[in-house]
């Protein structure tokens, strides 16, 4: 299966169009944009203060929304602790760096400091579905790691609205900015800034094709994150899950759209069809019927296999963004599975918690870039500088190394930033 990202000359030519007129003319052209694939009336792409502060939803759904932001917001601390673990955090507003030394100017150190980025850009989806849940989970990561200003764009509704249950969650995480625009116009004016918007120095968040050209066209403007494709699942079941839990998780990740994709993996024939029945009972008269059976159809396959082993080859090689294992010794198979976005283990951890409130971002490699791509997590929001202050023994110590250096590279500038400082002190 060909999950590369696909080149389209027409594709290329419109969202380098999109990106220039952005440039050329900021947010008026963010507008026209807009008005031409998503609101034909809209007046400002900019959400106000009245429109934020106004939005409701029932209160179940804000409590909903409450929980999960506890939940990843908890998750992403944990982490964060868990990276800056051993490192002393400094006065001056620098983050940690390793084994902090006393009457540095008098010893000299070598080490590293870790910085938040000072502002990100969060586009979330819209079109096809309302995603509060991608709101959380690309907002808080950010947040966490101590991001200062954190914008949002999104697909406003044909009316020009944004959905509430957006607006809520960007409230309650107290969003700086929220943009009403989709596709490339959003990523450009995020990337690149305007007369009335500051760029971002990264954007992160899944989106349709023209987001990830414009995201591939604007690469070394400002930081990204991975190629986001279509949602893809691999379910990983031995028989002894009940077949309607194996079936509803595979169902769960090509709900969204028709080119969803869906890996079935099953120990033998008789698991295959206890599973694939219970699909079919899953689907009959479901509210959005047609587009799963459109997915399973051109993007889904049944593999049968005779041991965990095997499951577990086939689950490295396709390398899915979810995965679920229901099987007798899951713990085992997930510790063999090396390529994946995230994993979901046993009966009791559905897919839907994953998406909405385990706590790890639901945003992660898809399109096999399992192999190599993480989850968005706080390390997408920091960055680390390396710090060298030597004293001048170090240097007279190595100040010949250096100038071997130089003479074997031929800069011989290079060779002479010791010795120069030698001669002079």
Known sequence: MNRRPKYDSQLVSTVASIIAEVEREGLEAVARQTRRFDAPEL???IVTEEELSSASIAPQYFEAIQTSIERVRDFHKVQLSTLTEGWDELDLGWGWRMDAIEDAEDTGYEGQRMLPLSSVGVYVPGGKGTYPSSVIMNVLPAKVAGVERVIVATPPRADGTIDPAVLVACRELEVDLVIKAGG????????????ELARVDKVVGPGNSYVNEAKRQLWGSVGLDSYAGPS????YTDGVCSPKASAIDLLTQVEHAEDNVGVLICRGQEVADSVLTAVEQLLIGAEREQIMRSALHDHGVCVLVESDEQAIEVINAFAPEHLSIHCADAGKVAQGVVNCGCILIGPNTPQSAGDFVSGPSHTLPTAGSGRFGSPVNVMDFLKVQSISMLTESDLTELSPVIERFGEMEGFPMHGRGGSVRLKVF
């Open 43 to 45: 007046n400002s792409v």
């Open 184 to 195: 490339a116009s959003a990523v450009a004016v995020m990337a690149l800034g305007c007369a």
């Open 232 to 235: 893809e699942v691999a379910v």
